[in-house]
């Protein structure tokens, strides 16, 4: 069947009056409800009648609740409710211009309903799929029309989450995508569009975040909470990959992470960690067993209190110029700090080192330019050091407790709170930072999605303060790029290979939003 044909299949009418939802559980009803208060006619089904009806009384109970917060009226909340039907028999779905599967992730039992689908609904009604892990391509197969058959991939909660990716399967005609994106729009939500690759864009580009945290933890270099910790407030995100991991579940969270990397033949970007695969088979989950990478005795985080910055002082600071743009951040630094760093090219024989590596490690630093490691730490300048809320400071095995709590007595004496780690490549925000840019950087280059849509996507989806790609400009590609090769040159690893996308345009003093035509 040509694409052409398909697309004569399914373009008779592209008025979505009539949606059936198969599946009441929580996806389920978060669709029935943003297309219900769209003003669509929504058919609700499950096999067991408890289900549609535990889901109908769900939805009421939300509407009401926003009622109650004046966001909508109470004559909302009964004209929303009138627009919804509930069946557990399927056949009631046979005049759906639409009908969106969000049932059990089991590629057989989709198919299955594909194919009683195809039997009661007209040639020109749409099947979608909610699947977050399976090809919509698979799906489809064997499907009397696959041209009517994408994926519509909602986030939970559907109502708060306002982003929807589209997905074109390798049998989806053109028209089918182009219908549900006005519908997406229609139902107040902001869809993006991408190819049917393993994790679409949003759990695709998350393995950035999760991945190269659970990397840095696993080496040792710092705790969990230390790593959130500089993610929240160093490099501004909501939260930080284990509070994340926590509150998605690892009975979720893990199973994308193997699923993700095999279906990518074990590309290295994607390669899981040990930590999460005893944690999710001990049963470790996260909030919803009250412990994970936190314990939530009452529900709530339990986090040590962070110890007090020393009140130590070094006698004079000397500051690397091995990278000029890390050493005058510094400098800069020291001066608001009360301090004149030294400016001659060797430090003195007291003198605090401090060492603005990209991609290496402290010890790195201090052997390449014949610096006494026991007075040697390292402080993180890939991001302004004078907006950010945290700074974080790395020594080498060797650096003496002195020099390390004089680091940190000084560089914390304006307020803004010090986290000390271990030595690591690339410190923890580079490392997790980069990661995530890269990765986006790739999908890009794939063209499994246009560079607009994957930030948006990864923004909504993700949350992140920005999207990754806009997130990369700011930073600086050139930045990027060199901390990346740093990376790769010191650990050997392929995770750290930076992306075709981004090397161009970093050469180029391209933004990597940049597309060619």
């Known amino acids: 069947m040509t694409r052409e044909h398909m697309i004569q ?47 109908f ?66 040639d020109n009604a749409i099947i979608a799929s909610n699947t977050s892990s399976l090809s919509i391509t698979a799906i489809a197969a064997g499907a009397r029309i696959p041209g009517r058959i994408a994926g519509y991939h909602f986030f939970n909660p559907v109502p708060l989450m306002k982003v929807v990716e589209v997905v074109d399967g390798l049998s989806t005609a053109a028209e089918t995508g182009d219908r549900l994106m006005t519908l997406a729009t229609t139902m107040g939500h902001i869809p993006v569009r991408c190819k049917d690759m393993p994790g679409f864009i949003v759990n695709h580009a998350g393995r950035g975040m999760n991945i190269e ?29 284990f509070e994340l991991m926590d509150l998605t579940g690892l009975d979720v969270s893990h199973p ?36 994970g990478f936190y314990a939530y005795p009452d529900g709530n985080k339990l986090v040590a209190p962070e110890r007090s910055a020393p009140a130590a002082r070094p006698r004079s600071v000397w500051v690397s110029q091995a990278n000029a743009h890390g050493h005058a951040m510094t400098v ?32 790195t630093a201090a052997i390449n330019e014949g610096l006494d490691a026991t007075r040697v730490v390292a402080i993180d300048t890939l991001l302004a050091l004078s907006s950010t809320k945290r700074r974080t400071l790395m020594t080498t095995p060797l650096t ?25 490549a690339g410190f923890v925000a580079q490392r997790i930072l980069c990661s995530i840019i890269n990765i986006a950087c790739d999908i890009a280059q794939q063209r499994i999605a246009t560079p607009n849509d994957i930030d948006q996507a990864v923004h909504l989806g993700l949350g992140y303060p920005k999207g990754p790609l806009a997130l990369g400009d700011a930073i600086g590609a050139p930045l990027i790029l060199e901390t990346l090769r740093a990376l790769h040159r010191l650990t050997g690893d392929m995770r750290y290979r930076p992306s075709p996308w981004l090397w161009r345009r970093a050469g180029l003093g391209a933004s990597l939003l940049h597309t060619e035509f």
């Open 332 to 363: 800069d630094l020291l001066a608001k700090l009360g301090v004149q760093a030294e400016t001659s090219d060797r430090p003195s024989q007291d003198a605090l080192i401090l060492v603005t590596p990209l991609g290496m490690d402290a010890s």
């Open 213 to 241: 945290g659970l990397k840095v933890a696993q080496e040792g270099v710092a705790d969990f909470a230390d790593i959130d910790a500089i993610m929240r407030e160093q490099a501004g995100f909501r939260m930080g990959p």
């Open 57 to 122: 009384q769900h939805l009421r109970s939300t509407l009401e609740r926003l009622a109650e917060k004046g966001k909508i009226t109470a004559s909302d909340v009964e004209a929303t409710l009138s627009h919804i039907h509930l069946s557990t028999d399927l056949s009631a779905l046979a005049q759906c211009d639409l009908v969106v599967e969000a049932i059990v992730e089991n590629l057989e039992v989709k198919r299955g309903l594909v194919a009683q689908l195809e039997a009661i609904l007209s």
């Open 256 to 291: 994308v992470m193997e699923s993700i990397y095999q279906q990518f033949y074990q590309e290295a970007r994607y390669r899981p960690s040990p930590i999460t695969a005893v944690r999710a088979v001990g049963g470790i989950l996260g909030r919803k067993t009250a412990q």
């Open 9 to 55: 299949q399914t373009s008779t009418s592209n008025t979505i009056l009539h949606i059936g939802i198969v599946g009441a559980g929580a996806m389920g009803r978060g669709i029935a409800q943003i297309a219900a208060q769209a003003g669509l006619m929504v058919h609700l089904h499950d096999v067991k009648q408890q289900a549609v009806e535990a889901a």
């Open 400 to 424: 003496s407790e002195a020099f390390k709590d004089a680091a940190h007595g000084l560089l914390s004496s304006d307020g803004v709170p010090v986290t000390v780690i271990r030595d690591s």
